[in-house]
């Protein structure tokens, strides 16, 4: 449904251009919802956002623990931005291990409200500390906001009959409403949800409501702290359009889907689950009316296989996973890139090796994605800049598996998966369809007859009479497509295999600059989802003077046949990537550019501040 | 070039490729693709329908030998590629072809999942007790003591039961026969391709180079008879060349024991009769093994259930009855979105 948004009431309130709030509690304290439910309401007020939600590992992790401490972080403001933000302003933290954990990140004079019913003793002692931070001047340098949520939660909701279990765990709501009135957010939005979410507990629903009206009328009637007000952040000048606040998740969903059917294909997603990917299996199986089937497999390795089975009879096979599922599917994937079947690798990328930070974001999947098959086995391998990116990204991951025969590997990672942002909700219609088209010709047939313009083989899909012909993972003859040992038709097979995927450089846009000149002292090469942070970073230096650029790759591999060139223009070359130094060498090995490289491997996205060091420390402006 | 041309009539040949047989002189394997050849031919099934699997190993080569459309695709890993295909297409007729390594040592866990869900799908197990293709080491079907290149002084690890494996997972048709039975071969494989949903056949089969002879003490021409019991259902469960022979509860009424026609008092109404809807029985029955039993062969057990991709796509038709999809611009519209004006 289309809402248009309503002027907020600006009345009496102070106005900002832009806010970065952080929600934090326990895993149990539903601060991933309150997040997503602050995210829906600021979008429909025109805000332009990105959020950054950061969870533990742990489900249920033990209450009060530092390591069970999950937190939201919403960056929004009346112009375009492109990250959660550095630092936050304001920090909600629902008990003292949330406090613990992240009262570093603000800066001091920022607010600090709390909820001071979590500090008994008993929390204090667990979350670390050796003395109540209430008393003890910890928050001396912030402005505090100190409220008993969980009795003012219980009150609010005393008369609604529901359990004081059930009651204390609206405090969330409680601490939304607050949240709501001190920046104007419309709270219909939220009641409308939570009454769809609690349709058949209709006492929970109000109950929930009821904290939330009770923290906004908290706002409204009690005297805050001196330096704390109600504010208002006006709506952010956007493109006329009609938006949407996107997930990572939701946005590549629907870019399979789109892909799919502009290439007159039906989707099947063989998948099996794990942090972070398994979203997109929930999505995708939500969208079985758009000739969507999903099936989770018995593990990775069947999941791919079934995927591959499935493109093998004429469909869309598609696998998703993050870095250690993607590893156990390699031997099949090698499969379909030896048999030259179209298949979709969706990689969230995870804090690894192994299971690593599971919940956390990372890069590090770059050398696997390019490299990480045995024998000569390139693949396409292509990579989101940002959640609303990942639409136009799947769909050029399929429109390169369907038309030149071959898996591609489709590059998110964490961070996008999750993270959400307005996104102007682009015309399906727009992009051009690229039809598959079977063969059933069967004059002349074998199963690796080459399109001479691509070196994509036929597709013959069993059904089809007179085509039967056998695939497999020994080589295939170039001439018959029958086995071979044939030492020279090996090695004119790999050669033409590594031709094919080389020239789809010639079938990908040009590099640009996504901001700065094309030639200058210093250029910042970026993938994934550095891309915000980097931009922003960018984007301030040259507004400083800064000869500064700013070149973002999607297409990782083959990458765009004119980078090498754009590159040798620029004096300076860094790479900033959230791993060891990946794509750096890959540059480094392909253009012999003196390339060098700036790591951050924490499980956190940059920061601007941090970029922008790293800009001025090399050029003057 | 790799083009056939469907005729009126399949004859079996009709359902060979024109590839060079490449399996070693005497192998099993040959007399199993004829059965399954003369299988076909009786079916009609026609060959573009037909797509046969396999993984890694000698009996995996099996689709490169077939004039269907064939996969021969990674060890172990046949039945989740199979799987994805008849979800795809359910119209496709197919078939899996597996080695003992390949579908319960590496494949284990995709054997298991293709029976429990019951996927339609014609599950060939050849078992020949050994590992061919990689030279002869003992695989998980070897007997205790097999030696081996890599068990120089025997295995000491209990080798595994494929049909008991399979019951336990939820089989709903299990089979057993071996390479040399042609005539019995057919008829379990027609049984086979009629159930609807998993139908595991383990056929048994001599590997001439690593393992020769391993199976003469059942299946030999003098001791077929004596040593091994075809199972028929609603006939009692008889055999020996005398047909004098014949499977009895146990004397505690918990199991079963090989009793003779005419000792003991034993008459021909005191053999149980096979019921191939009864799973106790045909979990006894696949167990069964030398010295102390015949080895069953036939259809041990068939007792079909709904298949799993007939009940995917049931669902699917289902959601989609309910929720027509919309274009593509709907489904990116779903939910709550908003617009801002020309001039905000």
């Known amino acids: 449904m289309a809402t248009n948004v309503v002027p907020p009431d600006h009345e009496g309130r102070k106005a900002l251009d832009s806010v970065v709030i952080r929600f934090a509690g326990d895993s149990g304290d539903g601060m991933q919802l309150t997040g997503t439910q602050f995210t829906q309401s600021t979008a429909l007020m025109g805000n332009d956002l990105a959020t950054f939600p950061d969870f533990p590992a742990e489900i249920r992790a033990p209450a009060g623990t530092t390591f069970g401490v999950s937190a939201f972080q919403i960056n929004f403001a009346s112009f375009d931005i492109q990250t959660p933000g550095d630092d936050p302003d304001v920090l909600v933290a629902m008990n003292p291990a949330a406090l613990k954990v992240h009262l570093k990140d603000v800066p001091k004079g920022g607010t600090v409200i709390l909820n001071t019913d979590a500090f008994s003793d008993r929390n204090i002692a667990r979350a670390g500390y050796t003395a109540n931070p209430l008393k003890d001047g910890t928050l001396d340098n912030y402005v505090l906001v100190a409220i008993e949520i969980n009795k003012l939660t219980n009150a609010a909701v005393a008369d609604i009959g529901v359990s004081s279990k059930e009651a204390t765990r609206c405090k969330n709501f409680w601490a939304l409403g607050l949240m709501c009135w001190m920046y104007d957010r419309d709270r219909q939005p939220t009641v409308e949800w939570v009454n769809q979410r609690f349709g058949k507990l209709p006492k929970i629903a109000e109950a929930n409501i009821a904290a939330m009206n009770a923290g906004h009328a908290y706002g409204e009637t009690v005297e805050m702290p001196s330096g704390i007000e109600a504010y208002v952040v006006p709506r952010a000048k956007v493109m006329p359009g009609t938006y949407r606040a996107v997930t990572g998740t939701e946005a590549a969903a629907w870019g399979l889907v789109a892909g799919a059917k502009k290439a007159g294909l039906e989707l099947f997603l063989g998948s099996y689950p794990i942090t972070p990917a398994s979203a997109l299996l929930h999505t995708l199986t939500n969208l079985k009316p758009y000739g969507v089937t999903t099936f989770q497999a018995e593990d990775e390795i069947a999941a791919v296989c079934s995927a591959i089975g499935a493109s093998y009879t004429g469909k869309l096979g598609i696998t998703s996973s993050s870095g250690p599922g993607i590893a156990l599917k390699t031997e099949a994937i090698g499969l379909a890139f030896i048999t030259e079947l179209p298949l979709v690798v969706v990689n969230s990328q995870r804090g690894g090796p192994s299971t690593g930070l599971p919940t956390k974001t990372e890069q590090s999947d770059l050398y696997q994605a390019v490299y990480g098959r045995n024998a000569d086995s390139p693949l396409p391998v292509v990579a989101s800049a940002t959640p609303g990116d990942c639409y136009e990204t799947a769909i050029e991951a399929v429109r390169i598996a369907v038309k030149y025969m071959t898996p591609v590997m489709f590059l998110t990672d964490g961070y996008l998966a999750n993270a959400a942002e307005p996104w102007e909700i682009p015309d399906a219609d727009a992009i051009a369809e690229f039809p598959v088209e079977f063969r059933t010709e069967t004059e002349g047939f074998h199963p690796y007859l080459r399109d001479e313009k691509t070196l994509a083989r036929n597709w013959a899909v069993p059904g089809t009479p007179g085509l039967m012909h056998r695939l497999g993972g020994i080589e295939k003859d170039y001439d018959s497509g029958h086995i071979s040992y044939d030492s020279d038709n090996h090695h004119r097979m790999t050669k033409i295999r590594a031709a094919k995927v080389d020239g789809i450089a010639n079938d990908i846009p040009a590099q640009k600059v996504a901001a700065g000149e094309d030639k200058g002292s210093l250029a910042v090469v970026g993938w994934g989802s550095t891309f915000g942070a980097i931009n922003q970073a960018v984007g301030r230096c040259i507004k400083d003077g800064v000869r500064v650029s700013h070149i973002h790759i999607r297409h990782i591999w083959p990458m765009p046949a004119n980078l090498g060139e754009l590159l040798s223009q620029f004096d300076q070359v860094i790479v900033p990537e959230m791993n060891n130094g990946q794509l750096v060498n890959v540059l480094r090995a392909k253009y012999l550019v003196p390339a060098e490289s700036i790591t951050q491997i924490t499980g956190q996205p940059f920061k601007v501040s941090t970029l922008e060091r790293e800009i001025r420390s090399r050029v003057k402006g | ?344």
Not at chain 2, 44 to 69: D, H, N, T, W
Not at chain 2, 84 to 111: E, F, Q, R, Y
Not at chain 2, 174 to 202: C, Q, W, Y
Not at chain 2, 254 to 281: P, R, W, Y
């Open chain 2, 1 to 344: 070039m790799n083009v056939e041309t469907p005729v009126e009539l399949l004859k079996p040949a009709d359902y060979a490729s024109d590839q060079e047989v490449r399996w070693c002189p005497g192998c099993g394997d040959y007399a199993i693709i004829k059965g399954v050849h003369n299988t076909l031919a009786d079916l009609q099934i026609p060959l573009e329908k037909l797509v046969f699997f396999s993984g890694i190993g000698c009996a995996a080569r099996f689709p490169y030998y077939m004039a269907s459309y064939g996969f021969h695709t990674i060890h172990g890993r046949a039945p989740a590629l199979a799987t994805g295909a008849k979800l795809a297409n359910p119209d496709l007729d197919i078939w899996v072809v597996m080695g003992d390594g390949d579908a319960l040592s590496i494949g284990g866990n995709h054997t298991m999942h293709a029976i429990r869900r019951n996927v339609d799908l014609n599950l060939l197990l050849f078992n020949n007790e050994i590992y061919g293709l990689t030279k002869g080491q003992y695989s998980p079907t070897s007997q205790l003591g097999t030696r081996s290149p890599s068990t120089p002084q025997g295995s000491v690890d209990s080798p595994l039961n494929a049909l008991s494996l399979a019951l336990g997972a939820g089989a709903r048709f299990v089979a057993r026969t071996f390479d040399t039975n042609l005539k019995h071969m057919p008829i379990v494989l027609k049984a086979a391709h009629a159930h609807k949903g998993a139908s595991l056949v383990e056929i048994i089969q001599n590997c001439i180079v690593y393992n020769d002879g391993v199976f003469d003490g059942w299946t030999g021409k003098s001791v077929v008879a004596d040593n091994s019991i075809t199972v028929e259902n609603g006939q009692p469960l008889i055999f020996g060349k005398e047909r004098n022979k014949g499977l009895a509860k146990s004397d505690d009424g918990f199991g079963i024991q090989v009793v003779t026609i005419g000792e003991n008092g034993v008459t021909e109404a005191d053999i149980l009769v096979h019921d191939e809807t009864n799973k106790i029985l045909a979990m006894m029955l696949a167990d069964m093994n030398q010295p102390d039993f015949p080895v069953a062969l036939g259809v041990l057990y068939n007792n079909p259930g709904k298949p799993y991709d007939e009940a995917v796509h049931e669902q699917l038709a289902e959601v989609r009855a309910a929720n027509p999809p919309g274009t593509l611009n709907e489904m990116l519209r779903k939910g709550r979105t908003w617009t801002i004006a020309e001039g905000e």
